[in-house]
């Protein structure tokens, strides 16, 4: 699983080579990580929420 950078060569190669899909790191983490607030703090938390977020903080670290 990658996060950053999100495409691996790996990746890359398996998307081309083998014609298979693949998801990145931050990908699973955005499916998940609703379900995981909810599950810990007792709130719902927009997927919507989590994406804008995960964006402002990836622009920041480049």
Known sequence: MSYKPRKMPLLTAAQQNQGWD??????VLLTQ????????????????????TVVLIESRLL
Do not use: H
């Open 22 to 27: 693949t998801v990145t790191g931050v990908e």
């Open 33 to 52: 990580a609703p379900d995981q607030f909810l599950l810990w703090m007792r709130l719902e938390l927009p997927r919507e929420i989590m994406e804008v």
